[in-house]
């Protein structure tokens, strides 16, 4: 991945789907002074994520695609990341998956939070799995995003403890609270 240059910080897109925690605490980090990166595009498959509030409050563009067909959606997308000149990509809460064509094109310049101790639970539902299971720990992981689901390199994770009265709302909220320090500090330490 290319490391800051100067003081010029990297432009950023990161796309979503819910409810946008995740983006806006990559926001506030994005405009500190070491931060490597702007956001300068949000991106997310549908109007009703609440995350996009953010674009509106931090004054950051967004672009909503349906992903009714993939393939013409991607190249939309493509367009307007080229248009905001974007070489870094975050996923935060984004439930689509990008096309193996798509990797390609950013190769090693998208990243992704995922609220699991990868390789454990890939895929969704990870904290009801954690609890079913009687796992003594649970937490998140940063990694790169390749081709294989919630596969590629991990660049940061944190575990955390399950609590014997955790259900799968109160881990949800102990993890994404860890999720807001990680992203962050996975973004200094590939970037910076
Ligand atoms: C987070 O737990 C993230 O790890 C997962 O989806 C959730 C998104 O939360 N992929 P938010 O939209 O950032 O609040």
């Known amino acids: 991945m290319t490391k800051l240059i100067g003081s010029k910080k990297i432009k950023t897109a990161v796309f979503i789907s819910g409810t946008g925690s995740n983006l806006k605490n990559l926001i506030k980090f994005s405009k500190k002074r070491n931060s490597p990166i702007s956001i300068d595009l949000i991106v997310s498959n549908s109007s009703k994520s609440k995350g996009l ?36 990509i975050c ?7 990008l096309s ?3 990797i390609k094109k950013f190769k090693g310049k998208i ?3 995922h609220p699991s101790l990868l390789p454990k639970y890939k895929g969704l539902n990870t904290h009801e799995r954690a609890i079913k299971n009687k796992d003594k ?3 998140c992981s940063v990694h790169y995003v390749t081709e294989k689901l919630d596969s590629g390199k991990i660049i940061m994770q944190k575990k955390i403890k399950i609590a014997n009265k955790d259900n ?25």
């Open 53 to 88: 509030k953010y674009a509106d409050q931090f004054k950051i563009k967004k672009k909503i695609f349906s992903f009714d067909h993939v393939t013409n959606t991607e190249r939309k997308i493509l367009i307007q990341l080229n248009k905001y000149e974007i070489n870094f």
């Open 100 to 102: 193996k064509n798509f």
């Open 168 to 192: 799968s709302y109160s881990l949800a909220k102990k993890v994404l609270k860890q999720e807001h320090k990680i992203y962050p500090a996975s973004i200094i330490k590939i970037l910076n």
């Open 137 to 139: 720990f649970a937490g």
């Open 111 to 113: 990243i992704n939070i």
């Open 91 to 97: 996923l935060a809460g984004f439930m689509k998956i």
